[in-house]
C-alpha cells in the first residue's frame, strides 16, 4: 500500500511540474498589451475606453482598440463625405452620429444637454476633450483597428473616417489574435 501511495505522489509531483510549465508558456506568451473591443457608441463609453486606454499607454502599455458596430460613429469625420452609397448606407449615415462630437449619452442624455454638460463639466476640471484624448492617443501610439464587417454592414467608407496615423481596417479575427497576446482585454 505503502508503495502505491509512493508511485501516486510521485505522479502528482511530475503533472504537477508539467502544469507549471505549461502556466508560465501561457504567461510568457502574453505582451504588456490592452485590447479593447469598443462596440458602444454612447459617449461616456468612449470616454472611458478612451481613459483607460491613455491611462495605459502612459505607463508604457500598448493599447489596441477595436471600434465595431455603433462605436464607428466616433470614428467618422464630420468634414468627409463618401459617394457612391446605397440608400441603406445613406440612412445609417443619417441616423448615426457624425463624428465623436455627436454622440449621446448612455443615460440622462436629456434632450442633448446631458452630453453638453459632461463637456462643460469636463472643461471645467481640467479633463481632455474627446478630440484631445485621440490627439494624446495617436502621439502615444494606441492603434485603432476599424471593423471592416460593421463598416460594410452600416454602410460607411473608409473615405469618411478619421485621419489618424495608427489607424488599420481589420476584422475580428485580427482583434481575438491582438487580444490572444495582451495580458488584459476588455469590453466596452
Not at 65 to 87: E, H, N, T, V, Y
Request: glycine content about 6%; charged content about 25%; hydrophobic content about 45%.
Amino acid at each position: 500500500m505503502e508503495e502505491s501511495g509512493e508511485i501516486s505522489m510521485e505522479k502528482l509531483l511530475a503533472e504537477l511540474e508539467t502544469l507549471k510549465a505549461q502556466t508560465s508558456r501561457m504567461e510568457n506568451s502574453r505582451k504588456d498589451q490592452l485590447s479593447i473591443a469598443i462596440v458602444s457608441g454612447d459617449m461616456d463609453k468612449i470616454l472611458a475606453g478612451m481613459i483607460i486606454s491613455l491611462a495605459a499607454a502612459a505607463m508604457d502599455t500598448q493599447v489596441k482598440l477595436f471600434f465595431s458596430f455603433w462605436a464607428l460613429a466616433a470614428l467618422r469625420d464630420p468634414k468627409k463625405k463618401a459617394k457612391g452609397k446605397d440608400f441603406i448606407s445613406k440612412m445609417f449615415g443619417f441616423m448615426l452620429p457624425k463624428g465623436r462630437n455627436k454622440l449621446k449619452l448612455s443615460r440622462l442624455n436629456m434632450c442633448g444637454m446631458g452630453p453638453v454638460m459632461i463637456k462643460s463639466l469636463m472643461k471645467k476640471q481640467g479633463v481632455m476633450s474627446l478630440d484631445e484624448m485621440f490627439k494624446e492617443a495617436a502621439e502615444l501610439g494606441i492603434e485603432i483597428t476599424v471593423c471592416e464587417m460593421s463598416m460594410h454592414l452600416m454602410g460607411f467608407k473608409k473615405e469618411e473616417m478619421i485621419d489618424y496615423p495608427n489607424l488599420r481596417f481589420a476584422g475580428a479575427t485580427t482583434f481575438v489574435a491582438d487580444a490572444g497576446e495582451s495580458s488584459m482585454q476588455w469590453f466596452i
